[in-house]
């Protein structure tokens, strides 16, 4: 029986198109951990995780909770995963499910490449079959300015996008200028907004009463992520729907959504939730409280897009508007499969594992931006 052999993790800094302007303010780079696991017939299964709040650490961390993957079965990876939370975080009382979901959703990502590239299948039809032939996506609006957002609006528009995502929680004239004018543009196009956290209920009311003439389809997270109850209260005081998304980091998190009905649809994904297998869990819990799941990314490359695109195909109650951010990238770390979903749908991968070959020399590239970042 295989066995896996060694663990690496390699530290990658990507420069972006051009700057990200959100709620928390304007970034330049995205920042991601490689980790690649090889069995010992070397065959090597890849993931991603996020690297917050320092990229050396957490690299750190990482390293020391997939040694202990070594000497032991792909197979075995939702165990493996539990019991190294218990003996490395729950053990020493860090009770840390959120800091540690963002490791394992690595881990669990390579793992689950690992075991569809042993096995000849994609990952997909490892998690039980896909119930669609594509997923839906929707189209993320990049700029600063009305002008800027306004123009990418345009061109999306005409290019046949479907769904459109835009960040709010930039202060009010700005929002409602930047509203108004991607509005203008997409006609009667579906146009979703997110607040990043940036409203307390009272504004959150205020600014929803003010953006229901846009005909927005929904807004996502206008509230802080540790009070579930107000965004419940929100969602009780306004016309527009309201998503999760920074609230919904775990399994316990999405039940507590349902439970309270603070939502009419979560946006979550395997960087927050742990991985692949956990996104499953998640979306059952969501289904059993009737609610879609939108699949969540964050400054992820085109490795967790794959994830995602699996899970999507996976999921029975998904949204046909999720979230890629590998398209922000000025250049993507995945050479193939061609990720741009057409018209706002990607068709099924059927390749071995999750599916994609890497360029070696832009994740060079990426470990040397990431040893010069250390030393300035
Ligand atoms: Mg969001």
Redesign the pocket.
């Known amino acids: 029986m295989v066995k896996i052999s060694n663990v690496r993790v390699r530290p990658l800094v990507l420069p972006l198109k051009q700057p990200y302007h959100w709620s928390y303010g304007i970034r330049q780079t995205f920042a991601v951990n490689l980790i690649e696991i090889e069995a010992d017939d070397g065959t090597v299964g890849i993931g991603e995780c996020t690297v917050a709040p320092d990229q050396g650490g957490t690299a750190a961390i990482l390293k020391r909770l997939a040694a202990h993957l070594v000497g032991q079965s792909p197979y075995d990876v939702v165990p493996l995963l539990s019991r190294i939370f218990h003996q490395e975080y729950l053990g020493h009382g860090a009770n840390l499910m959120r800091a540690a979901n963002q490791m394992f959703s690595g881990i669990d990502m390579a793992m689950w490449d690992l075991q569809g590239r042993l096995a000849k299948l994609p990952v997909h039809r490892l998690l039980g079959g896909a119930h669609r032939k594509a997923v839906g996506y929707f189209y993320f609006l990049q700029g600063e300015t009305a002008e800027e957002l306004a123009r990418d609006a345009a061109g999306a528009h005409a290019a046949g996008e479907r769904v459109f995502y835009l960040k709010v929680g930039r202060g009010e004239a700005l929002d409602l200028e930047i509203v108004a004018a991607v509005r203008r543009e997409i006609g009667g196009a579906r146009l979703r907004l ?1 607040a ?1 956290e940036a409203w307390g209920v009272h504004e959150a009311i205020t600014m929803c009463r003010k953006l229901e003439k846009f005909d927005i389809e929904f807004i ?2 206008p509230t802080v992520s540790w009070s579930i109850p107000a965004m419940a209260q929100v969602r009780e005081s306004v016309g527009i729907p309201i998503v999760a ?1 920074q609230s919904a980091f775990t399994l316990h998190d999405v039940y507590e959504i349902c439970r309270q009905r603070a939502a009419d649809m979560i ?1 979550i994904g395997p960087r927050e939730i742990g991985g692949i297998q956990p996104m499953l869990k998640a979306a059952a819990v969501a289904e059993a409280a009737g609610l879609k799941i939108c699949i ?1 990314s964050s400054f992820t490359t085109g490795i967790t897009t794959s994830a995602e695109h699996h899970i999507g195909l996976t999921i029975p109650n998904l949204d046909d508007g999720n979230q890629i951010m590998w398209q922000l990238v000025g250049k993507d770390i995945v050479a193939s499969p061609d990720l741009a979903p057409k018209n706002g749908w990607l068709d099924a991968f059927q390749q071995p594992g999750l599916g994609f070959t890497l360029d070696e020399n832009l994740i060079a590239e990426g470990e040397r931006r990431f040893q010069a970042s250390r030393q300035g």
Do not use: A, R, W
């Open positions: 997110d990043n996502e997270q998304d946006c969540h």
